[in-house]
């Protein structure tokens, strides 16, 4: 409760709390109503860091959350002096007391999907759903009160049953869309003798194919009985409750993780699920600026490609207007990807590994050649609208090479776009076309509209560059210097996806993948979660998994159709860019991310909250560290949310977590959700597990000896060093600090859990966040030399030692990030929306065989990654490859690329910051050098 005031001062009621302002929510107590962005009226009574606070706690969960309601209390009691704030105490009491009032009342959980910021109001302070009569309409908020109507239902039909688990997970059934056959996982748990009539009326489905293609399982059965009644059962029955009314008698009990019922559980009894033409390109609908483009787009990929595809390409994908529709899909096919080699007719484009293009391939080299003999004898040049014809003055490397262009089209680094530039453009229309032959009112400038950008200033490509000849410097580069993409062409058989191994003497492999649609190229690996767009509803989203069978355990995404964002005093379109003080901020789907940088005219380098550079560690309990327990404050964790001592200080697996039947294995992850508690940095691997089976993947032990799965380690009586594959060119030698603040065994160690390394030795300094590459922790910590004199560089937030490697902050959707997990069933499901699954994603991204993703979680709880060369002994190509790789996958983020969207771990990604510059040291010696030339020069002009 919060503390009382005088009555006299009292003046808030229940209506100054239904006229809150829509602000933008920071999650509180790690609630699943993150959603719900709707501040306390309280708040404009309050200044300062008061008022900061108060604007992060959410109305609408303080409704549905007692444990809420406690944490906003302390953290109120804590920024705000009942000395200096009576009225502002006044109105936060007289508010609680109206959400105390009807805090059972189950539809609370419903209210964060309201849309209407009134009805958002009014709903967490009701009592039933006769209180929303006046501020919420059905017509508006279907999501809202289909959700109201299924609460509604779970009551009447859960409340009988006794055991609070069972009851709980009754009440699921009914309030997650999608999963009505989860009478598999209610009976596991040990209900299946409190099934109410009106749930099985509810979730009793018939199997979509012939349960006996899970016979299989029985083989698992570890009594005759058992295997006799599972045989029998799954030839016969016809319904998961069936199956499970029978085996629950003949092989209890029932343990999920035992074999049997572990494959049971997880065998999937639904119809994989029915894809449109290309989800991939479905998705890039929504980036339409006019309806009917919207519209055609829609058709095309979804169903309807014979009719609506021509009509798209020629009114929208031809129009200066659409630029962004038109790249996302031709991102979705053919994506902007470094390096061009093999060409015989486009020469000049070869050798040129560091530069982008949509396509570089022997058939578009074909291509090109046909194009320019084409218009060399006269043909009409094509997509100007008007029959253009080359003339005979035109220089012939000059025809070559915008044939070239046209066909391989190269990108643009910042958008990716494939434009010509409006000044080569006209240099070609003087130079190249004749002008005798074409009639009406045209101009070079009208014709180069059609094949350039409108505003001199915007980002195209040149013709320049592809002038010339290759760079000859570039031959000369000894084989282990050079880089490779050999994913770049897809090498692997039909339904299969290319994956690089990086530090593997096998740089790729194949594994097996699900397609997109039956039009698409896009592909994703079997095990990864999928988004794609819904049918029912346009701009609205479903998850997938992608297995053997195709896309299954597919959830339906509640849909929060947001235009704008509220900003203090204002509404910000979707999608737009801004201002916050000198921080750039970007408005996504109701949700805006900032950098966060100081705004003095010197920016000073600091920590968030002007925290002290005190090294005091705390184990946050999603999994990372902060250097100090101001850092996790002011990322507003509450002091039980965290322990002293570094995560990787703590032995997860004492005291033991698991069963005497099972081996507890440490696995840290760090979790992305507020909502992912706990977050468990350990596996229980049962002590009779099977060592053939390698889903876990390869482990190196402590002795450096390589396993091809935890349980094959188990057995062999090993200690686990670190999972995947024993690394080398790396150091066995620690233990080391790692960028994020935890300590390894070794560089090794480091690399494997996709960190980069500080400095050697155990981690004893926090450094000040700037913008310069430079060593930031003094004589605190000795910084190792950096490989390459002359790098790009970062020195990474928080951390004390620049690196070289390609650099970017990456922000995320909180709110998606918790959509999605809620929506998870099993455990391992719920490792999508973990900082470990995410890197692995991004680098699936990546084409140079050479380069590897790596990253940490900064202080201010953004994303922050480092692309590396994969060995400690880089050369200059290898980083400028992979500088350039990061500057892709910034780019793919920004433009809300297919490739990026369409997976689970990144669709939440909405904006991304280049953050990697020349090292302070490489700056002050590349000045030294070029004082050193100047004076030679003038010497000898002297002389």
């Given at each position: 409760m919060f503390?009382p005031?005088?009555?006299?001062?009292?003046?808030?009621?229940m209506?100054l709390?239904i006229t809150?302002?829509?602000?933008?929510?920071?999650?509180v107590?790690?609630?699943p109503?993150?959603d719900?962005?709707q501040?306390m009226s309280?708040?404009t009574?309050?200044?300062?860091?008061?008022r900061?606070v108060?604007?992060?706690?959410?109305?609408v969960?303080?409704?549905a959350?007692?444990?809420?309601?406690?944490n906003?209390t302390?953290?109120?009691?804590e920024?705000c002096?009942?000395?200096h704030e009576m009225?502002?105490w006044?109105?936060?009491n007289?508010?609680?007391?109206?959400?105390k009032?009807n805090?059972?009342?189950?539809?609370?959980g419903?209210c964060?999907?309201?849309?209407?910021?009134?009805?958002?109001?009014?709903?967490?302070?009701s009592?039933?759903?006769?209180d929303l009569?006046e501020?919420c309409?059905?017509s508006?908020?279907s999501?809202?009160?289909?959700c109201?109507?299924k609460?509604e239902?779970?009551?009447r039909?859960?409340?009988?049953?006794?055991?609070d688990?069972c009851?709980?997970i009754?009440k699921?059934?009914?309030?997650?869309?999608?999963?009505?056959?989860?009478?598999?996982?209610?009976?596991?748990?040990g209900c299946?003798?409190?099934?109410?009539?009106?749930?099985?009326s509810v979730?009793?489905v018939k199997?979509?194919?012939?349960?006996?293609q899970?016979?299989?399982?029985c083989?698992?059965?570890?009594?005759?009985?058992?295997l006799?009644?599972?045989?029998?059962?799954?030839?016969?029955a016809t319904?998961d409750q069936e199956?499970m009314?029978?085996?629950t008698e003949?092989c209890s009990p029932?343990l999920?993780?035992s074999?049997m019922w572990?494959c049971?559980?997880?065998?999937?009894?639904?119809?994989?699920?029915?894809?449109?033409?290309?989800?991939g390109?479905?998705?890039?609908c929504?980036?339409a600026?006019r309806?009917?483009?919207q519209n055609?787009c829609?058709?095309a990929?979804?169903?309807?490609?014979?009719?609506?595809?021509?009509q798209?390409?020629?009114?929208c994908?031809?129009?200066s207007?659409?630029?962004?529709?038109?790249r996302?899909?031709?991102?979705a096919d053919d994506?902007?990807e470094?390096?061009?080699?093999g060409?015989?007719y486009?020469?000049r484009f070869?050798?040129?590994?560091?530069?982008?293009?949509?396509?570089c391939?022997t058939a578009?080299d074909?291509a090109?050649?046909?194009?320019a003999d084409?218009?060399?004898?006269?043909?009409?040049?094509r997509?100007?609208?008007?029959p253009?014809?080359?003339a005979?003055?035109?220089p012939?490397e000059?025809?070559r090479?915008a044939?070239c262009?046209?066909?391989?089209?190269?990108?643009?680094a910042?958008?990716h776009?494939?434009?010509?530039?409006?000044?080569?453009?006209?240099?070609?229309?003087?130079?190249?076309?004749d002008w005798?032959?074409?009639?009406g009112?045209?101009t070079?400038a009208t014709?180069?509209a059609?094949?350039?950008?409108g505003?001199p200033?915007?980002?195209c490509?040149?013709?320049?560059?592809f002038?010339?000849?290759?760079?000859?410097d570039?031959?000369?580069i000894?084989?282990?210097?050079d880089?490779t993409?050999?994913?770049k062409?897809?090498?692997?058989?039909?339904?299969?996806?290319?994956?690089l191994?990086?530090?593997?003497?096998?740089?790729?492999r194949?594994?097996?993948?699900?397609s997109?649609g039956?039009?698409s190229?896009?592909?994703v690996?079997?095990?990864?979660?999928i988004?794609?767009?819904r049918?029912?509803?346009?701009s609205c989203?479903?998850?997938?998994?992608?297995?053997?069978r195709?896309?299954?355990?597919?959830r339906?995404l509640?849909c929060?159709n947001?235009?704008?964002?509220w900003?203090?005093d204002?509404?910000?379109?979707?999608?737009?860019?801004?201002?916050?003080e000198c921080?750039?901020?970007?408005c996504?789907e109701?949700?805006?991310t900032?950098?966060?940088?100081?705004?003095?005219?010197?920016?000073v380098p600091s920590?968030?909250c002007?925290?002290?550079?005190?090294?005091v560690?705390?184990?946050?309990?999603?999994?990372f560290?902060?250097?100090s327990a101001?850092?996790a404050?002011c990322a507003?964790?509450s002091?039980t949310?965290?322990?002293?001592g570094?995560?990787?200080?703590?032995d997860p697996c004492?005291?033991?977590?698991?069963?005497s039947?099972?081996?507890?294995v440490?696995r840290?992850?760090?979790?992305?959700?507020r909502?992912?508690k706990p977050?468990?940095?350990y596996?229980?691997?049962?002590?009779d597990c099977n060592?053939r089976?390698?889903s876990?993947g390869?482990?190196?032990?402590?002795?450096?000896?390589?396993?091809?799965s935890v349980?094959?380690?188990i057995?062999?009586?090993a200690t686990l060093?670190?999972?995947?594959p024993?690394l080398?060119?790396c150091?066995?030698?620690?233990?080391?600090?790692?960028?994020n603040?935890?300590?390894y065994?070794s560089?090794c160690a480091?690399?494997a859990?996709r960190?980069?390394?500080?400095?050697?030795g155990?981690?004893?300094a926090?450094?000040?966040?700037?913008?310069q590459?430079?060593?930031?922790?003094?004589?605190a910590?000795q910084?190792p030399?950096?490989?390459e004199p002359?790098?790009?560089g970062?020195t990474?937030?928080g951390?004390c030692?620049p690196v070289c490697?390609?650099?970017?902050?990456l922000?995320?959707?909180?709110?998606?990030?918790?959509r999605i997990?809620?929506?998870m069933?099993e455990?391992t499901?719920k490792?999508?929306v973990t900082?470990?699954v995410?890197?692995a994603?991004?680098g699936?991204?990546l084409?140079?065989?050479?380069?590897i993703v790596?990253?940490?979680?900064?202080?201010?709880?953004d994303?922050?990654i480092?692309?590396q060369p994969v060995t400690?002994?880089l050369?200059a190509?290898q980083l400028?490859a992979?500088?350039?790789?990061?500057?892709k996958?910034?780019t793919r983020?920004?433009?809300?690329?297919?490739?990026?969207?369409a997976?689970?771990?990144?669709?939440?990604l909405?904006?991304?910051e280049i953050?990697?510059g020349?090292?302070?040291?490489?700056?002050?010696?590349?000045a030294w050098?070029?004082t050193?030339?100047?004076?030679?020069l003038?010497?000898?002009v002297?002389?």
């Open positions: 503390r005031v005088h009555a006299s001062n009292m003046r808030c009621s209506m709390a809150a302002i829509a602000t933008i929510l920071a999650p107590a790690g609630s109503f993150l719900a962005a501040e309280c708040c009574l309050a200044a300062g860091s008061c900061n108060c604007s992060k706690i959410s109305l969960v303080l409704g959350e007692i444990e809420a309601r406690e906003a302390k953290r109120l009691q920024f002096p009942m000395s009225d502002f006044s109105c936060v007289t508010t609680l007391n109206e959400l009032r805090e059972n009342w189950t539809g609370r419903c964060y999907l309201a849309q209407n910021p009134t009805c958002r109001t009014t709903c967490a302070l009592g039933s759903a006769n009569n501020s309409r059905p508006d908020e999501e809202f009160f289909f109201l109507e609460r239902e779970a009551e039909c859960c409340n009988n049953v006794s055991n688990t009851r709980t009754c699921n059934i009914f309030y997650k869309p999608g999963k009505q056959s989860s009478l598999k996982l209610y009976s596991s748990k299946f003798h409190q099934v109410p009539k009106c749930l099985k979730a009793e199997h979509a194919e012939d349960p006996k899970h016979l299989h399982c083989d698992e059965a570890t009594t005759s009985a058992c006799d009644t599972c045989r029998r059962t799954l030839h016969t319904t199956i009314d029978a085996l003949k029932v999920p993780q074999p572990s049971l559980l997880k065998s999937g009894s639904t119809k994989p699920e029915r894809l449109p033409l290309d989800a390109k479905l998705a890039c929504t980036k600026t309806p009917f483009c055609l829609w058709r990929f979804q169903a309807d490609w014979e009719t609506a595809w021509p798209l390409d020629a009114m994908l031809s129009s207007l659409e630029g962004e529709l038109r996302c899909i031709e991102d994506s902007c470094m390096g061009c080699s060409l015989s486009c020469a070869n050798d040129r590994p560091t530069t982008l293009f949509r396509s391939t578009a074909d090109a050649k046909w194009e084409h218009w060399s004898r006269g043909g009409i040049i997509g100007l609208s008007v253009v014809r080359v005979a003055s035109c012939a000059t025809l090479t044939a262009l046209l066909q391989l089209r190269p990108c643009e910042r958008i776009e494939t434009q010509l530039c409006r000044e080569d453009c006209l240099e070609l229309m003087a130079s190249c076309v005798s032959a074409i009639t009112p045209h070079a014709l180069c059609k094949l350039s950008p505003r200033d915007a980002p490509v040149s013709l320049k560059p002038l010339d000849g290759p760079r000859d570039v031959a000369m000894h084989p282990d210097e880089i993409t050999p994913c062409q897809n090498p692997c058989l039909h339904g299969q996806l290319c994956v191994q990086p530090n593997n003497p096998k740089v790729y194949c594994v097996p993948a699900c997109l039956e039009m190229k896009q592909l690996s079997v095990g990864s979660w988004q794609i767009p049918y029912d509803q346009q989203l479903k998850i997938c998994q992608c297995t053997k195709g896309l299954e355990k597919c339906t509640n929060f947001f235009k704008s964002c900003v203090h204002r509404f910000i379109q979707h999608k737009t860019n801004f201002y916050l921080n750039p901020c970007h996504f109701g949700e805006f900032c950098s966060k940088r100081s705004c003095g005219e010197h920016r920590l968030p002007d925290c002290p550079a005190h090294y560690p705390v184990c946050g309990r999603l999994g560290t902060f250097a101001c850092l404050k507003e964790l002091a949310e965290v322990e002293f570094s995560c990787s200080s703590k004492t005291p033991n977590p698991c069963d039947s099972e081996k507890c440490r840290p992850r760090v979790c992305l959700s909502l992912h977050c468990k940095q596996e229980c691997v049962p002590i060592p089976d390698e876990s390869p482990v190196c032990d402590r002795e450096n000896r390589q396993y091809p349980c094959a380690m057995r062999a009586g060093n670190y999972r995947g024993c080398k060119g150091s066995l030698r620690g233990p080391v600090c790692g960028i603040g935890e300590v065994a560089e480091a690399w859990e960190s980069v390394v500080d400095y050697q155990p981690c004893v926090v450094g000040l966040i700037g913008d590459a430079k060593p930031r922790c003094g004589d910590v910084c030399a950096l490989q002359y790098c790009i970062v990474p937030p951390a030692c490697g390609g650099a970017a902050k922000f995320y959707s909180k709110k998606q990030l918790d997990y809620y929506m069933d455990e499901d490792d999508t900082l470990e995410l890197l994603a991004l699936r991204q084409q140079v065989a050479q380069c790596r990253g940490m979680m900064t202080p201010d709880r994303i922050f480092v692309v400690k002994k050369s190509l400028r992979c500088v350039a790789e990061t500057e996958l910034v983020i920004s433009e809300r690329s297919p490739r990026v969207a997976e689970v771990p990144l669709g939440p909405t904006r991304a953050a990697h020349y090292v302070s040291s490489a700056m002050e010696i590349r050098l070029a050193i030339i100047v004076t030679t003038l010497l000898n002297l002389s």
